[in-house]
């Protein structure tokens, strides 16, 4: 990439932002653009089903902010509608084009829906964007009667919790055996007694098997006959990539774009992805490629596809994190470190840390309410799982941009979090 070049960013949440910040702090001269479908400029996402969803924070507090003015032009509440690999163009409505020496996707992942269920109605809804929290407290406002979550995930569990702080009867349903279950027993054991010592009420193992919509409220038959009234429900089902304006493009798009271990999209010499969407062999744990839906995640490969654009396809690095996340239920925070989902088996690495073991290896901990802890355990994962090749030599960053929760910044730098886990205290 050279100075007079143009780079055009599809997707202006926290992946396009970084990686425009990191474009220019490696001295890239030429135009950036950002086009992303949402009106607003990139915001804190994981606030939408927690602070911003029981009213802690406004919409105009969640925006993330540069250091200084960055050098962008934006196109906001412009969906990208087409991908032209071959001519190196972006579609957009209104017949118009963007041309680009270098593409950088970031569109992340939109809300699974339900089958069956009725999409259409105002109070049901999915929680992904601040424009959905604003949505979900106008159904909130409309009527006090409860309130159903439909998906005992991450997502499901803090939208519940939030609720509880609104002081609103809520009930989870979910059609695992309990909250959060692939985090081990231990874990969902332990948010299990935390909804029940908050009044959250549990709906697990079943499903609705159909809804009885009303003026006022719905009902939701349950498969274990159990009859839910509800005046808003929120569907939390999980996510699919927003890969629909690329089909036809000649990437391979099945979960996600698939990518190199430099970020770069598979037989693209141009193109590099970031954030949620992006599905990439992480070499530190295996060569098969996935997608990574964390925060951190979506700001340190948005700062490597960057590098690895502006570097080029024959001298890009793989990009080989240790994946970190966080969540909030109530006052407890739940930690995540590596890739439990690889785990076949489970140890207790220490009082509210479990491990996940793939084949006698350690591939990841989930710590409750432990931050001192599991400063340690990634310290200890981030020896145990070398990364195979030196982490590219990047120049330093004048100043800090990545604005995130306290302990979560404190992770992303290596440094410190070996300093601090070297003095944790287990
Ligand atoms: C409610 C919620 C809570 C979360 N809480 C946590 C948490 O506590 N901890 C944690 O680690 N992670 C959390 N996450 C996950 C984290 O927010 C994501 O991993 C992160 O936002 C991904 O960033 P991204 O830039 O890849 O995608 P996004 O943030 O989804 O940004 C992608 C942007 O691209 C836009 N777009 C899509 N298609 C197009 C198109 N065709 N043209 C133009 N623009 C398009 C989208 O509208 C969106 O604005 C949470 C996610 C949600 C939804």
Known sequence: MSDGDRIVIVGAGVAGLR????????????????????ARRPYHRPMVSKQLVYGAARASDVTLKSHGELDVRWRLGTRATRLDTHERVVHLPGGESLWYDGLIVATGVVPRHLPGSPRHDPRVRVMRTVDDAIAVRRALAASAKPVVVIGSGLIGCEFAASMRHLGRDVTLVGHAAAPLNRFGERISGAVTKLHHEHRAKLAMNTKVRHWISTKETFGLHLTNNQLLVASCVLLSIGSVPAVDWMRGSGLDLEDGVLCEANLFATGADDVVVAGDMARW????????????????NAVESARHAAESLLAGRGQAQPFTPLPRAWSSLYDVRLQMIGLPSLGDDTVQLADGVTGFVQAGRLVGACGWDRPQAMLHWMAELDRRLPAPVPAPVTEPV??????????????????????AAEKATL
């Open 19 to 38: 990686a425009a910040e990191r474009l220019r702090e490696l001295g890239f001269d030429g135009e950036v653009m950002i086009v992303g479908d949402e």
């Open 398 to 419: 004048a100043v800090s941009t990545v604005e995130e929760p306290d302990w979560a910044s404190a992770m992303t730098d290596p440094v410190w979090a070996r300093q």
């Open 281 to 296: 062999p992480n070499l530190r744990f295996d060569e098969v490629p996935r997608r990574v839906e964390h925060w951190m």
